[in-house]
């Protein structure tokens, strides 16, 4: 099990944990959506977490590398998780304990509400620095919460930011001591627990359609491009 579901009430706490950089494999993704797939039925707000010290490295390197069919579908995948996330009508609270990087940094722009670690970590769009363009799917996601002067340095010049700048950068909402990051993201899910779970999942919806329409589009996009270049 890549993937652990624990439900406390009406809080569901959803925790990736692979003993290493929770690489988002294909594997890691589908245990993801069980999970989010339980706690729709179970009617709970969501707290995604990851590993002390690692939210998520991004995606399986392994898979990514050597490309073909395996490595589209892993990437589709992966953005769809986030659209996912992002029109979930429940809500979501993002529990970032150390690095974000990459698909890892756009699953925690996909949240509701992110509480992060204090510490040396960061939060960061690389594939610029790794000669990947930016693709159309992570550049709608970044566009819709990070300011713009930071939207245009994560995109284009893959800087790394640190939670001392990543609430006003737009990464997080809240940052706080490493050891007191799990009780206050139940602390906000506990808070969101008590909203009219019916109107959040709507007003969500109302507030992020043109985000959502430009994410599904873009997605279409990248995995049609990356399609036709893994059958050469």
Not at 7 to 17: E, H, K, P, S, V
């Amino acid at each position: 099990m890549l993937v652990s579901y624990h439900l406390d009430g009406r809080i569901a706490t959803i925790t990736m944990d692979d003993g290493k950089v929770n690489a988002l494999s294909v594997e890691m993704l589908a245990e993801l959506n069980a999970a989010l797939d339980r706690a729709a039925a179970d009617r709970a707000v969501v707290v995604l977490c990851g590993r002390p010290g690692i939210f998520s490295a991004g995606f399986d390197l392994n898979v990514l590398q050597a490309g073909g069919v395996p490595a589209v579908g892993m990437v589709r995948a992966g953005f769809e998780l986030a659209h996912r996330l992002l029109s979930f009508p429940l809500p979501v609270v993002i529990a970032c304990g150390g690095h974000a990087i990459a698909m890892g940094a756009f699953l925690l722009l996909s949240g509701d509400y992110r509480v992060g670690a204090a510490g040396p970590f960061k939060l960061t769009a690389n594939e610029v620095a790794l000669g990947i363009t930016m693709p159309y799917a992570a550049v709608e996601i970044l566009r819709q919460r990070l300011a713009p002067a930071a939207f245009n340095r994560a995109v284009a010049l893959a800087e790394a930011f640190a939670p001392e700048n990543a609430v006003e950068s737009g990464f997080l909402d809240r940052v706080v001591p490493a050891a007191e990051l799990s009780q206050v993201a139940l602390t906000v899910a506990e808070a969101m627990s008590t909203l009219d779970l019916d109107a959040h999942g709507a007003s969500k919806l109302r507030a992020r359609e043109a985000t959502l329409a430009s994410l599904r589009a873009a997605i279409d996009s990248d995995a049609a491009a990356l399609g036709d270049r893994a059958r050469g």
